[in-house]
């Protein structure tokens, strides 16, 4: 996900030519959203999205039952720890750290030997997809409720989601026994084609909604560009009061604007659902004082403290910043290395959130 589209004051000519404008697809896409067009929806080779001049569009609609919001979740989550360990396929390296941290989560590449490659420059698909089937066996997932980010590069995701009955996606999951498997993170991207944003949507809830019904228990990701379509997720929310979690994965954004879109998001969820809680997959520590009240129901999960690990590298607090730095070191093991990089991420994160727990209790007395 990029950043929340801002309505232009001169619309595109692009906008007038998608066929939300006409309304084609009211009232499940309000016509108004044609105005955040900016690129064309003509996608003769269905890259990356399924825009609204797809000639085979309904089907992709009909797979999901519609554009609407409605279908209904049921999962209800125990209380999770508010730092997640993102661990990964290196699984022999890694240690055991469930009593500290008895929540910890991996991604869909990692539980695959073969899906799609790096190739001619670009990621491919392979000819088949094979699970590494044991890999929860391993001493390091021990003890742990293991969560399944449901996360990865477009061709990763659409290829498992076109392929999740003949590779019997939903069935080797389950076998595998995760505490839990998020939605499919589908792409919005700024600009495109509003029939496209508001189908990845659907698709996202809808595939929640398989995994589910596959007997899994899920958390639903979100993603919303507009307000029209964060009103959409607070009309589900608040139709669907055991949910309490959400997540967003964050690993797109790079800029202050973006990172600052994604409190927008959040915020106004929080805010307008109280029960629900959030977790933000690899979002930079850097912004998180914009969430201020809201901190305390917010959940973070990072795969940072494994990968410098795994390249020698060792996380410490810089007295003199007071934020991370990182230092070359081989005089430990990557198992060590790890370790001291989880418990220093947990270690500030905590401070990170006290802090601004405290400024936003100040600055709330100061304007009452």
Same mark, same amino acid.
């Given at each position: 996900?990029?950043?929340?589209?801002?309505?232009? %004051?001169?619309?595109?000519?692009?906008?007038?030519?998608?066929?939300?404008?006409?309304?084609?697809?009211?009232?499940?896409?309000?016509?108004?959203?044609?105005?955040?067009?900016?690129?064309?929806?003509?996608?003769?080779?269905?890259?990356?999205?399924?825009?609204?001049?797809?000639?085979?569009?309904?089907?992709?609609?009909?797979?999901?039952?519609?554009? &609407?919001?409605?279908? !209904?979740?049921?999962?209800?989550?125990?209380?999770?720890? %508010?730092?997640?360990?993102?661990? !990964?396929?290196?699984?022999?390296?890694?240690?055991?750290?469930?009593?500290?941290?008895?929540?910890?989560?991996?991604?869909?590449?990692?539980?695959?030997?073969?899906?799609?490659?790096?190739?001619?420059?670009?990621?491919?698909?392979?000819?088949?997809?094979?699970?590494? =089937?044991?890999?929860?066996?391993?001493?390091?997932?021990?003890?742990?409720?293991?969560?399944?980010?449901?996360?990865?590069?477009?061709?990763?995701?659409?290829?498992?989601?076109?392929?999740?009955?003949?590779?019997?996606?939903?069935?080797?999951?389950?076998?595998?026994?995760?505490? &839990?498997?998020?939605?499919?993170?589908?792409?919005?991207?700024?600009?495109?084609?509003?029939?496209?944003?508001?189908?990845?949507?659907?698709?996202?809830?809808?595939?929640?909604?398989?995994?589910?019904?596959?007997?899994?228990?899920?958390?639903?990701?979100?993603?919303?560009?507009?307000?029209?379509?964060?009103?959409?997720?607070?009309?589900?929310?608040?139709? !669907?009061?055991?949910?309490?979690?959400?997540?967003? =994965?964050?690993?797109?954004?790079?800029?202050?604007?973006?990172?600052?879109?994604?409190?927008?998001?959040?915020?106004?969820?929080?805010?307008?659902?109280?029960?629900?809680?959030?977790?933000?997959?690899?979002?930079?520590?850097?912004?998180?004082?914009?969430?201020?009240?809201?901190?305390?129901?917010?959940?973070?999960?990072?795969?940072?403290?494994?990968?410098?690990?795994?390249?020698?590298?060792?996380?410490?607090?810089?007295?003199?910043?007071?934020?991370?730095?990182?230092?070359?070191?081989?005089?430990?093991?990557?198992?060590?290395?790890?370790?001291? !990089?989880?418990?220093?991420?947990?270690?500030?994160?905590?401070?990170?959130? =006290?802090?601004?727990?405290?400024? %936003?209790?100040?600055?709330?007395?100061?304007?009452?």
């Amino acid at each position: 996900m990029l950043d929340l589209q801002e309505l232009h %004051s001169q619309p595109s000519l692009f906008s007038y030519t998608c066929e939300v404008f006409s309304g084609t697809f009211s009232p499940y896409i309000d016509s108004n959203e044609a105005f955040f067009v900016s690129n064309t929806c003509v996608n003769e080779f269905r890259r990356n999205i399924i825009t609204c001049k797809d000639k085979y569009r309904h089907e992709f609609v009909d797979e999901v039952e519609g554009l &609407a919001l409605n279908v !209904n979740l049921h999962t209800q989550c125990d209380i999770l720890p %508010s730092y997640i360990p993102v661990y !990964n396929k290196m699984a022999s390296q890694l240690p055991n750290l469930s009593g500290e941290f008895p929540v910890i989560a991996l991604t869909l590449k990692d539980i695959l030997s073969s899906a799609v490659s790096h190739k001619a420059g670009g990621l491919q698909e392979d000819k088949s997809i094979i699970f590494r =089937n044991l890999l929860l066996n391993y001493y390091c997932f021990r003890n742990a409720k293991v969560l399944l980010f449901s996360s990865g590069p477009d061709t990763l995701i659409e290829y498992l989601w076109h392929q999740r009955e003949l590779c019997t996606l939903y069935e080797k999951i389950r076998k595998m026994d995760f505490y &839990a498997m998020t939605g499919f993170n589908f792409s919005l991207i700024t600009g495109e084609c509003a029939f496209a944003q508001s189908l990845n949507i659907k698709r996202s809830l809808y595939s929640s909604y398989e995994i589910e019904q596959s007997g899994i228990s899920t958390i639903p990701h979100v993603y919303a560009l507009t307000d029209y379509q964060i009103q959409r997720w607070l009309d589900w929310f608040k139709s !669907n009061p055991h949910v309490s979690y959400f997540t967003i =994965n964050c690993q797109l954004q790079a800029s202050k604007k973006e990172f600052l879109q994604v409190v927008k998001t959040v915020t106004k969820i929080l805010e307008t659902v109280p029960h629900t809680r959030v977790i933000l997959q690899g979002f930079s520590f850097t912004y998180l004082y914009y969430f201020g009240v809201y901190i305390d129901r917010v959940h973070v999960a990072e795969s940072l403290p494994v990968k410098k690990a795994q390249s020698y590298q060792r996380i410490f607090l810089n007295p003199d910043t007071h934020k991370m730095a990182f230092k070359y070191d081989r005089t430990l093991t990557v198992a060590e290395l790890v370790t001291t !990089n989880i418990r220093e991420r947990y270690l500030y994160w905590e401070y990170l959130k =006290n802090r601004i727990l405290l400024d %936003s209790s100040l600055m709330k007395g100061v304007t009452a």
